[in-house]
């Protein structure tokens, strides 16, 4: 009797097995091709301010290659082992579990604490997602390590911005470095596969004929699903990860300002911004709890609650502007500074974090230092939501950044007992987890929005909203605005559609300054993702702002008309998002499955089905080109059909490269907001 | 009955054995703690102008828990398993040889390819030798690839001229990058290791506890020495090796001025030289067989023989200079120039090592190609040894610099059908070989010296002198002045105990260029060691030369005269290095074990045992620290007295911080140097 199941089928070969999923092997073991490698290692973790140092001493690396497959009621039983007679290291369950492939795993040899697991693969297949990745959309030919962290500054060691910022301060980053990391990955052979683990995980695309993914544990169980289309596919993925809710309504209203310095710098600089046309959605301050000034730039208090003093009247201010159509947006993370009151109480109560000696463990965030709220103890969770429901929600807050959440240190004490090691990738979806209770709990949701950069397994379900992190105010491809696109289309496959990044950048070190060029190029893009928002960046003298002058204001204002003319057709790709998880900025490929050439695009997007959108990323260009999948495609400017292929156009600042389908049936809006 | 040794002991303890070297613990194994790991992996090595970038995947690394030891006449023979009922995977036998302990490995399982081996440490133990290296006398705390290379421009990942190099030419090089591997260590605890192998090895004494040698083979054997004081041990090392031949005796004359350009070129810088009263030794002209220009600097042509055209009636002035005392140098290496007349000849006669294509394998050198002169092929070595003895030797040249030895290609076909990969290491040595036997061929050992950068496990007997290889003309502690210390001290120790440097270094790249004042400390450095050589640089324009100005021609001559002054005392430092194995320049602690301070002192170094040298390598310094062992030192240029610990002394220009002992037999020409 064989098991019946419409997902897999194992089959048992010589010396082992092999699993299909939807027609394709996807496991393959034997015992001169083991699936699985199992082994111990020593570690050593260093972080300096949310940039780590990883290195690993495997002390033994060993083939299970010897496999004894039992059928069961619904699953297959397989104990795999090192040798023929001994005891086996690792036993697995195989079954179906809504209408996935389930691979679990239960660690039989007590010291094991690495994990190897081969998925077969072929030679031209491509890969997508492990979370937000800023430099490679399609991962197929490096190895990508798996641990929430700092994204870096540079992110490519052989830009000179990358070398002084590792020599300077540990904060280069590299290629894979990322605030969102995820044990999940989409191939083109259409299926997904999601590794259930908190671990540090490196996956490795970089063999021709299997995927080898490492775990430093043994991961709860693998999960396998395939779809017919690639459609099929990221809604089976929200289906298993959970989907974000839709935008509030207010954040079609317009642009999101990020100001600074108080009350009355915000009704200066908005009332500029409104006078020139600009439409404003929601006026963002991070400053609104206080500010501190660091030889990094310009940080805030970290003590979350109102400070008058900065914002004097704020709280009929965010009244009189929400009567206006404009929201007022804050700013949170999971971290108390010590100077403030609330790090105060949690120290009293217990709530913070603790460091091998007992002591409040406190976390050095570049020239001040904080104590770690403790998310494993149950009451520091309703506490801090606490402190979101009062000193946000009821203050007025429609929306904030709930930043970090990638700095909880691996030798840190947690009140459940887990190990820090365990729960640093758990941490920033935990965190997403508290402001979305928070938010529920208020009755809000839908109402109040909060933007992450950090996130694990799970902030598809907890995000509101996805924001690209720290960029460096400059065009390099691997941390400037180029690479927020393949941050979005990685997200996006893995299930969080809703995606945007700060328009211009934010770090500025080493000698970048923020043009007016790169805050235009970037503004033209943000009118064509699901939100506009701007900032200051960390060092606001040395950046071009978004009221630097009258030119930059008047293409905003142009910009932002777009974006809120656009509405129509995006609050449909939001909702869309919110109930099938198809993600609002979308690769190529999703919508061109035929189309090879298509797979290897991150620099372009599909925005829904309708929109081709090709972001100039490069300093004074004013003619780009395009690669366009076979379909009829209308430039936006010109009113010019293409076929497909690779076309150029001009493409000067105001008129990014962007196209429609001809046969669209948001024909006639793409058209009026051509003449905008 | 057990072995009798009088130099290890091998007891039987509960799962294992232990095996003591003259008292200590030196190899130790238990089921749980296992000495042994084997496996398997598929190492990754690309070659750029003699840089290597080589990646490793370990696909299985197993431990060797399970020993059998049984007792043969004069030897243990010791089964190593994975698991206690399987075949064995690696035999050992185990055994006193010529006074040494000796464990050769016999490879039982066919896959194997990686080897490690843990050799027991203490935690404060020390560790030198490996070869040439120039960034770490002490290893302990770090890694040590064993694979001959470029040695780096920069060689330290937090330069920016590291940085440059890498990026621009992925030359930056690192810490343990050298010209000159070896595996073969000394311990604090007295004793030596040495692994008889030739393929890529990984030294690791990063750990407390324990030694890891990694090697990309089974290695034939180890041996393990102990001595009860370091000059004993260092006896005992090249007793093992072979030690070098005295240096000839026209060596003492003066310095090898290093000149190009041609025959009138060398007679004017010679003869301002003279005339200003510099002690010359002999006249080195590189390009005394052509020379081209790369963007990289002055190259030479790589055709060895005279060329006439750059330097005319040279055969004659050979034998002038030599009536005046002064000897002629030239330059070979063990590449032919695809343009040259040799690279024909050994291209028809197949002397060429082949590519997998069977055509004659071409290396890029820097904008030029050459072929590899295959010294797995008798007949090419013939041949070539004859080039030496007709084209050099016969010609009047009483030395050369023996470039190179460090590019064989991975991938190139060789006539003895060896792999690349394990002859890659042995290169160098051959290349070493070739020349030692041309020389003693012609009946000229002792009277003709040829220097050479690349080295490993031979060395020691086949090479007549050291030179610290391409060091960047700048004051940086890992690639200049103060790098050719370590480097001195570190093939001191494992047997070669004749180096020098180019006086100023050599690489000027990257905005690097030579000041006079680096010259002149490095000439300072130069008059302490065996030979004083100068060298041009790869860009002579913007590096400082001996000749640059009158100052820097008077404290050259003032140097001369020092060295030729002490030839007396250096002439029996190098007698005793060729008779007993004793470096010329040695680390304190050879004569001061009891002296804990002294483990750590790597840019100071005892000149034989009665002068202690602290070469000033820091810009801009009059005033130098010092650390003495506790004895009586007198201050060579005030005559001051100390006893020891850390002492400041003036060290202007001229006068480096050099001491010498009250006791010694040789004060009376101390004193005299004194006043030169």
Redesign the interface.
């Known amino acids: 009797m064989e098991i019946m199941s419409k997902v897999f089928e194992l089959k048992e070969v010589a010396d082992g097995f092999e699993i299909y999923l939807n027609g394709m092997t996807i496991l393959k073991h034997q015992v001169d091709h083991p699936m699985i ?1 199992v ?1 111990y290692g020593q570690e050593k973790i260093e972080m300096y301010r949310g940039n780590f140092d990883i290195r690993d001493y ?6 299970l290659r010897y496999a004894i497959v039992e059928e069961k009621e619904d699953s297959y039983l397989i104990q795999l082992r ?2 023929e ?2 005891e086996p290291s690792l036993i697995l369950v195989v079954k179906e579990e809504e209408q996935r492939l389930k691979v679990e795993f239960i660690k039989a040899e007590p010291t094991i604490n690495r994990f190897w697991l081969r998925v077969e693969a072929d030679r031209d297949e491509k890969v997508y997602g492990c979370g937000e990745q800023l430099s490679y959309f399609n991962m197929r030919g490096k190895n990508f390590p798996l641990w929430t962290s700092e994204p870096g500054v540079g992110r490519n060691k ?1 830009t ?1 911005v990358t ?1 002084q910022a590792d ?1 300077k301060d540990r904060a280069g980053g590299d290629y894979y470095t990322t605030n969102y990391p995820q044990p999940t990955y989409v191939s083109s052979k259409k299926y997904y596969c999601h590794v259930e683990t908190t671990a540090y995980a490196d996956f490795d695309f970089r063999k021709q004929d299997f995927h080898e993914l490492q775990i430093w544990d043994v991961p709860k169980f693998v999960l396998f699903e395939a779809a017919d289309t690639f459609v099929e596919l990221v809604e089976k993925i929200t289906d298993l990860f959970g989907r974000q809710p839709e935008l509030p309504e207010w954040t079609y209203n317009g642009i999101w300002l990020g100001i600074q310095g108080g009350t009355q710098m915000v009704e200066e600089k908005l009332q500029r911004a409104l006078d020139k046309g600009v439409r404003v959605g929601g006026v963002w301050c991070q400053d609104w709890q206080g500010k501190r000034i660091t030889s990094f730039g310009k940080r805030l208090m970290w003590n979350w609650r109102w400070n008058p003093e900065e914002y004097p009247n704020l709280d009929q201010k965010i009244k009189e502007w929400k009567k206006q159509g404009i929201r007022f947006l804050g700013y949170i993370n999971p971290y108390l500074a010590v100077e403030g009151d609330l790090f105060k109480t949690a120290n009293e109560k217990g709530y913070l974090a603790l460091n091998e000696q007992g002591e409040t463990y406190l976390v050095d965030f570049g020239e001040f230092y904080c104590g770690v709220v403790d998310f494993t103890n149950p009451e520091a969770c309703d506490w801090y939501k606490q402190v979101i429901k009062e000193n946000l929600i009821d203050f007025g807050l429609d929306g904030w950044m709930a930043d970090f959440g990638e700095y909880l240190p691996t030798d840190v004490v947690l009140k459940s007992g887990e190990s820090a090691k365990l729960m640093h990738n758990a941490w920033p979806v935990i965190w997403a987890k508290i402001n979305y209770e928070a938010v529920k709990e208020a009755g809000k949701l839908g109402e109040v929005v909060y933007f992450m950069r950090a996130g694990y397994t799970g902030t598809q379900k907890y995000c509101t909203l996805l924001w690209a992190g720290d960029q460096s105010v400059d065009w390099s491809l691997d941390d400037g605005l180029a690479s927020v696109i393949p941050a979005a289309l990685s997200t996006g496959i893995i299930g969080c559609g809703l995606h945007h990044s700060d328009i211009g950048g934010y770090t500025s070190l080493h000698g970048n300054k923020r043009s007016k060029e790169l805050f235009q190029r970037w503004a033209e893009m943000a009118a064509f993702t699901p939100v506009m928002r701007t900032h200051e960046g960390n060092r606001p003298y040395d950046c071009f702002q978004f009221d630097g002058d009258d030119e930059t204001l008047e293409h905003l204002a142009r910009m932002t008309e777009i974006y809120v003319t656009l509405a129509s057709y995006t609050r449909q790709l939001v909702k869309e998002n919110a109930e099938r998880g198809i993600p609002v900025q979308r690769p190529l490929f999703l919508h061109y499955e035929q189309d090879q050439a298509s797979y290897d695009i991150q620099y372009e997007y599909l925005y829904g089905p309708d929109l081709l959108v090709a972001p100039v990323y490069e300093q004074g260009k004013t003619r780009w080109e395009v690669y366009l999948p076979q379909d009829e495609w209308v430039h936006l400017w010109t009113g010019q059909v293409y076929n497909g292929g690779t076309v150029e156009v001009d493409a000067p600042i105001g008129k990014p490269a962007i196209f429609y389908r001809k046969s669209s049936s948001y024909r006639e809006l793409f058209e009026r907001i051509a003449k905008i």
Chains 1, 2 share one sequence.
Do not use: D, P, S
């Open positions: 490698f082994g495997v002390i033994e690396r060993t083939a090192k040798f007679k001994c052989k000179y070398w020599v």
